[in-house]
């Protein structure tokens, strides 16, 4: 996923590890040769229409908001159809009120009226406090749950991995984002939750404690599952 900075310089752009301590809680309990976090892509500004989030300051968050609002008063003073200018309205009130397009409980239809335009906040908008901004792993994990997605674990022999996923994504698209195989051949997932893992001491002893799920195609995925995907080669 991508995240774009807006108003925020003290953090470079480029890819960052989503160092969640819960990651390196698995580690010690699953061996592996190596621990691979989830990863995001922080962009500059200029990547504002092409980003899944945004991250800003308190202090930035309302020129952020006026890239939208200039946009809604000057499409208001036009020729807007009806069922727009309500939606247009109701995003005008919104962001003078300092609240993101996203945030704006719109509906289907309403989304519907505005669909030829690409609002820069309608899409997840994290708003970091000052104290944040001096610990930026911290708060990149917080932005990342915040935008909206989650992780899944693979664990031991090569690597412990954290996967990131869009919260709401089945066992069977979670498959094809380790291997397009195992989407294909999907069989069942075996998945045992991050509380029951932690609580037994590992894998083997989840297991033991007949604490693994047999899930099929349409289970969603839950934060920090651990999973052994089964699937025909």
């Given at each position: 996923m991508k995240i774009c900075l807006f108003g925020?310089?003290?953090i470079p752009t480029g890819n960052?590890?989503?160092?969640?301590?819960?990651?390196?809680?698995?580690?010690?309990?699953?061996?592996?040769?190596?621990?691979?976090?989830?990863?995001v892509v922080l962009a500059d500004e200029k990547e504002l229409a092409l980003c899944d989030a945004i991250l800003t300051s308190r202090a930035a968050l309302s020129d952020l908001l006026m890239k939208d609002l200039d946009f809604v008063e000057t499409r208001l003073g036009r020729d807007a159809g009806e069922a727009e200018k309500k939606v247009l309205q109701k995003m005008a009130e919104g962001l003078v009120s300092e609240t993101p397009v996203s945030k704006l409980g719109l509906t289907a239809e309403d989304l519907t009226a505005i669909s030829a335009h690409n609002f820069v906040t309608n899409?997840?908008?994290v708003v970091a406090g000052e104290a944040e901004l001096a610990a930026p792993e911290a708060l990149l994990v917080r932005a990342f749950a915040e935008s909206g997605y989650i992780c899944f674990l693979t664990v031991g022999g090569k690597e412990n991995r954290a996967w990131p996923i869009r919260a709401g994504t089945t066992a069977w698209e979670a498959a094809g984002t380790v291997h397009t195989d195992m989407q294909k051949g999907f069989i069942r997932a075996e998945i045992?939750?991050?509380?029951?893992?932690?609580?037994?001491?590992g894998e083997t002893q989840a297991k033991r404690a007949g604490k693994v799920r047999l899930e099929l195609k349409t289970y969603v995925m839950q934060d920090y599952d651990i999973v052994n995907f089964r699937f025909n080669k």
């Open positions: 925020i310089t003290g960052h590890n989503i160092k969640d301590p819960r990651l390196d809680q698995a580690d010690k309990l699953a061996e592996a040769q190596k621990k691979c976090y989830a990863q899409r997840p908008v045992i939750s991050f509380a029951d893992f932690t609580a037994a001491g």
